[in-house]
């Protein structure tokens, strides 16, 4: 696509119930990252892949947190029994590979999570 | 690992204005990146510019001009002519030019909530 998409835009859910944020990088884009963003914060790291490599997982908050890249393009967030704390934007950006990274990340909307 | 720190948590200025934000990072490297970001309400952060630690010449794109200071480890957005829409958080990040990518690559400060006033 043109651009990094992500979905769902907004979502509330029930504390203890497991959520899934989708983000599509732009086509072509081999590195991938995950940010968490909470009210009036910058940007917290959370995972990266770069192409068929391991991800980088250092920044995950909790072994609740997870996330996979199928077919090195969609990436799935997923958060189980979610808690309070987690609400937050999730925010998702891809870039290109490591020859022609400029350091430019390119970012989705995000996915602002509200957890009651 | 690099820090990135933005010392301004908000400010406010009248369109037209010219506006400065502050930037400081800390490295020891020599090569690496350095950007300022941009996110509107709508939620998007948008690259605004970047300068490469080689660089002595100051980058500049339209009304958005940065002063960097190497030596001070300082990098500082000027604003000019401020409009309405420039009203965002601004986000300083810093990248090392051969970064791995990861928890190694950008690193970001906590941003500055800029308003313009009509």
């Known amino acids: 696509g043109a651009g990094v998409s992500q979905s769902p835009s907004n979502k509330v859910t029930e504390k203890g119930k497991d959520v899934e944020l989708r983000c599509d990088p732009i086509?072509?884009?081999?590195?991938l990252y995950w940010y968490r963003q909470s009210l009036g914060q910058g940007l917290e790291f959370l995972i990266y892949?770069?192409?068929?490599?391991?991800?980088?997982k250092s920044g995950l908050p909790s072994d609740r947190f997870s996330a996979e890249r199928t077919g090195g393009s969609v990436s799935t967030l997923t958060i189980q029994r979610t808690q309070q704390e987690d609400s937050a934007v999730y925010l998702c950006?891809?870039?290109?590979?490591?020859?022609?990274?400029?350091?430019?990340?390119?970012f989705g909307e995000g996915s602002r999570l509200t957890v009651l | 690992a690099q820090t990135v720190t933005q010392s301004q948590p908000e400010m406010s200025v009248q369109e037209a204005e010219t506006v400065t934000l502050s930037c400081t990072y800390d490295?020891?490297?020599?090569?690496?990146?350095l950007f300022w970001y941009k996110q509107p309400p709508s939620r998007q952060m948008i690259l605004v510019i970047r300068q490469e630690a080689y660089k002595q010449q100051n980058a500049t794109e339209n009304r958005f001009s940065v002063n960097f200071q190497k030596a001070a480890k300082s990098f500082s957005l000027k604003i000019s002519d401020s409009q309405l829409g420039d009203t965002a958080m601004y986000f300083c990040?810093?990248?090392?030019?051969?970064?791995?990518?990861?928890?190694?690559?950008?690193?970001f400060g906590k941003g500055t909530h800029l308003i313009i006033q009509p």
């Open positions: 950006a891809s870039s290109l590979g490591l020859a022609e990274n400029t350091g430019e990340l390119f």
């Open positions: 990040a810093f990248s090392y030019m051969y970064s791995g990518g990861g928890a190694d690559g950008l690193t």
């Open positions: 892949f770069q192409g068929n490599s391991a991800p980088d």
């Open positions: 490295t020891s490297e020599n090569n690496y990146y």
């Open positions: 086509s072509g884009h081999t590195a």
